[in-house]
């Protein structure tokens, strides 16, 4: 998932709620300005993720969000949701 967000706490707030909803792996700011999500868990506690992804944070804008399936390792095993 990738989006485009600045100054908002975007990646804050998603690691809160992916944290919330059991899911595990990372959110990062891309060099472009945009964010990238990685996230695994049961599918019905990814797509609430993903839809919350579409409001973020109450101070968010959020204007698209595009989804991608990730085949094979990510790196993001079990560990808890965290921030790059």
């Known amino acids: 998932m990738i989006g485009c967000v ?3 706490g975007f990646r804050l707030a998603t690691r809160e709620k992916a944290r919330s909803l059991d899911v595990f792996g990372w959110v990062r700011n891309l060099a472009d ?20 992804l579409w409001q ?14 990730s085949v094979g390792d990510d790196h993001s095993g079990r560990e808890a949701f965290v921030i790059r």
């Open 33 to 52: 300005g945009s964010v990238e999500v990685r996230a695994r868990g049961p599918s019905q506690s990814v797509d609430q993720l993903i839809a919350w």
């Open 56 to 69: 973020g944070p109450p101070t968010a804008k959020v204007h698209t969000v595009q989804e991608t399936d």
């Open 6 to 8: 600045q100054g908002v």
